[in-house]
Structures are given as structure tokens and as C-alpha cells.
């Protein structure tokens, strides 16, 4: 069992590091994966089968022009987080997409990438539709004002430098590492720079 998946309680930290590169679509990059799993009832993360996942999220290089693996039945949201820019088109439709700058587009839909300025690595979250929605924003880090971390969220460190302090720790938080949220003693991120809050919530249907 991988890092990503050993644990998804409260406070834990998972080093991108820890996670294996794999190869993704035709050689068009690596991928590393920081974690995926279900939601239950109550909405807490719980893990699932390697095939049962219901979220799941990634980091990924891209560093050839060509087509993203399509993911039926899901949503995907794609933030760039290192490299300049991305031109993506969904559905013969061209959109541009620049350094932390999220956009959410159909799983499903015909998807090629370009790289009009070399490559990027992307922030990757992907949700089941009818199970789980996902949301992601880019805050900026403040040593005045600390970042919570509420349950079935997630924060990413884009940049800069953060530390996570719960009521009796504190711990460094490293560039593109992630740490999990909670409801009770929830993990506070304080530093300078940005962070990936990603959010999960149950769908109403």
C-alpha cells in the first residue's frame, strides 16, 4: 500500500515524494498519485479498491502535445502549477490555461493538450459524478491569518514555505506535499506562499 493510501485521518502528511512515478497516455508525461478513496454516509475519506475510487488526486507532468485518457462518468479539474501555460480543448472548444488557475471540465470529453510555452505539471483531481463533488482554489498563505483545513479537504503546498500546527504539534508542510483536514482538532496551515484547498463533498443525487 502506498503512502497515499495508508491513512486519510486527520493531520497526515503525504509526501509527493513517496509516491511512484508512472507513465500517462503516450509517453506524454508522469504521474504521481497523492491520494484516492470514497466518501461514506457521513461524509468522511475512506480508502477503496485500487478500480472503486470515487476521487482521486494526482500530479502529473505533461510534457508532450497530445490526448488526455478519457474518464467516463467523471469530472475532472486541472490546475497548472509549475510552467507557464496550457492550451487545452475540450470538445473542439480551445481554452488557456494559466499557472494556478483552476478549470473543471467533463471527464468524458475529447481532450487534447498543447504546450505553446514547454512543459507544466498539473495539479489533477478527478470525482465521480453522482458520488462525490470536487472543488479547488489557490489561497495565499499568511503568518497572520492561518489557513483551516475543515474535514474531507486537502491542502497542497504550491509554493513557497508552511508550516501545519494542530493544538499540541507543529510540523513542516514541504513544496507539493499534502496534508488532510478535519473536523476535530483540524490542522492550521501558516506560512508564506500558495496552497491547493481542495474540497469534497456528497452529491444530492
Known amino acids: 500500500m502506498s503512502q497515499s493510501n495508508a491513512s486519510l485521518s486527520t493531520g497526515t502528511q503525504i509526501q509527493l515524494s513517496s509516491s511512484p512515478k508512472k507513465p500517462w497516455g503516450a509517453a506524454q508525461g508522469q504521474i504521481r498519485e497523492i491520494a484516492k478513496g470514497i466518501l461514506a454516509d457521513d461524509g468522511s475519506l475512506a480508502t477503496a479498491p485500487e478500480c472503486g475510487w470515487d476521487w482521486r488526486i494526482s500530479v502529473a507532468s505533461i510534457e508532450k502535445a497530445g490526448d488526455f485518457t478519457p474518464y467516463d462518468g467523471c469530472e475532472r479539474t486541472l490546475t497548472v502549477i509549475a510552467g507557464e501555460l496550457l492550451e487545452l480543448t475540450v470538445d473542439d ?12 471540465f467533463p471527464g468524458a470529453a475529447a481532450t487534447s493538450a498543447a504546450l505553446p510555452t514547454g512543459e507544466i505539471l498539473a495539479l489533477n483531481l478527478i470525482t465521480r459524478n453522482g458520488k462525490v463533488r470536487g472543488n479547488v482554489r489557490i489561497v495565499e498563505l499568511s503568518k497572520k491569518r492561518e489557513q483551516h483545513l475543515f474535514g474531507s479537504q486537502f491542502g497542497v503546498l504550491l509554493q513557497g514555505k508552511a508550516s501545519v500546527l494542530r493544538e499540541n504539534s507543529e510540523s513542516a508542510l514541504e513544496l507539493r506535499d499534502t496534508v488532510i483536514g478535519g473536523e ?22
Not at 472548444?93 to 473543471?104: G, W
Not at 476535530?184 to 452529491?203: H, K, Q, W, Y
Request: hydrophobic fraction near 40%; avoid cysteine.
Open 184 to 205: 476535530e482538532d483540524s490542522p492550521r496551515i501558516s506560512g508564506r506562499g500558495f496552497m491547493a484547498v481542495i474540497s469534497l463533498d456528497l452529491t444530492d443525487e
Open 93 to 104: 472548444a480551445s481554452q488557456a490555461l494559466e499557472i494556478y488557475r483552476p478549470f473543471k
